[in-house]
Nanobody, 127 residues
Framework: QVQLVESGGGLVQAGGSLRISCAAS????????MGWFRQAPGKDREFVAS???????????YYADSVKGRFTCSRDNTKSTVYLQMNSLKPEDTAVYYC?????????????????WGQGTQVTVSS
């Protein structure tokens, strides 16, 4: 089993920054991609970012158009932790953010390609 625990969420003003983390424990492996998704009230869960395993294109990252240039996804395999640095935050970024472990080494924007999920962390951006 794999356990994923997100942390670092909170309240921030528009234009501000926040870094959220996802710590993995259990049967983790650095050979899997990791992803971030978010779900705003009344909306479907949507893809935010993914990072491939280092063995796949050196840990290539992929972002949703809505966050490209503002968010940065990274991983520290020595700590089994994935990060999402969020800059220039907007009120529309308000959501519960979830991390997930992919079934494969390459990143994906499809929820079906992820088999383990965290409980989520709330990010609220005030205007």
């Amino acid at each position: 089993q794999v356990q994923l625990v997100e942390s670092g969420g909170g309240l921030v003003q528009a234009g501000g920054s926040l870094r959220i983390s996802c710590a993995a424990s259990g049967r983790t492996s650095i050979t899997y991609a990791m992803g971030w998704f978010r779900q705003a009230p009344g909306k479907d869960r949507e893809f935010v970012a993914s990072i491939a395993a280092n063995s796949w294109s050196g840990g290539r990252t992929y972002y949703a158009d809505s966050v490209k240039g503002r968010f940065t996804c990274s991983r520290d395999n020595t700590k089994s932790t994935v990060y999402l640095q969020m800059n220039s935050l907007k009120p529309e970024d308000t959501a519960v953010y979830y991390c997930a472990r992919a079934r494969y080494g390459y990143g994906s924007s499809s929820m079906g390609d992820y088999d383990y999920w965290g409980q989520g962390t709330q990010v609220t951006v005030s205007s």
